[in-house]
């Protein structure tokens, strides 16, 4: 069975926006390429796409497009990532079931991972994008992601898609 989770993408101006504020980020951090960025909504782990499908649209029916900004850098241990601005976006998550999880939801969109031992590592980043601001867009769909293992990395793929009420 495939991994599975739900995600929101951001529109190809975003993510062209955040590639040129990182500019080139040479090494030092393992870097997430732009067309693996997304803002996960919640995690299922393995399992069958078909029956995560239908209950995800059963959980997403109805529900309004939400509005979402990409913000400045943070860190998780050993995770540099963008904080997303507005707070529609947490009920989107716990209907799509972040809640879950045993940590609590924490909106962002990783940027790159390094060695936990090393934080000082991300400290540049989190300086270089301590202004970041994306334009705000609404995001009109969830995606449901699979997630394959790869020797370059994982690769995800939309299996489903699922779109939001415009307001």
Do not use: C, N
């Not at 509005?67 to 963008?82: H, I, S, Y």
């Not at 867009?137 to 394959?148: C, F, N, P, Y």
């Amino acid at each position: 069975m495939p991994v599975l989770f739900s995600a929101l993408l951001p529109p190809d101006d975003v993510v062209e926006a955040i590639s040129a504020a990182l500019g080139d980020p040479g090494d030092g951090l393992r870097w997430e390429p732009p067309e693996r960025w997304h803002i996960t909504l919640a995690y299922y782990g393995p399992d069958d796409v078909g029956t995560r499908a239908a209950w995800l649209s059963a959980r997403l029916a109805g529900r309004p497009a939400v509005d979402v900004r990409l913000e400045k850098a943070a860190t998780f241990p050993g995770v540099l990532w963008l904080t997303v601005a507005g707070s529609e976006l947490e009920p989107l998550a716990h209907a799509a079931g972040a809640g879950a999880e045993p940590r609590p939801y924490r909106a962002h969109l990783t940027l790159a991972r390094f060695p936990r031992e090393e934080p000082g590592l991300a400290a540049r980043w989190t300086r270089q994008l301590a202004g970041f601001t994306s334009r705000r867009w609404q995001a009109a769909e969830v995606a449901l992601m699979t997630s394959e293992r790869d020797p370059g990395g994982p690769r995800y793929r939309v299996a489903r898609s699922f779109g939001l009420d415009h307001a």
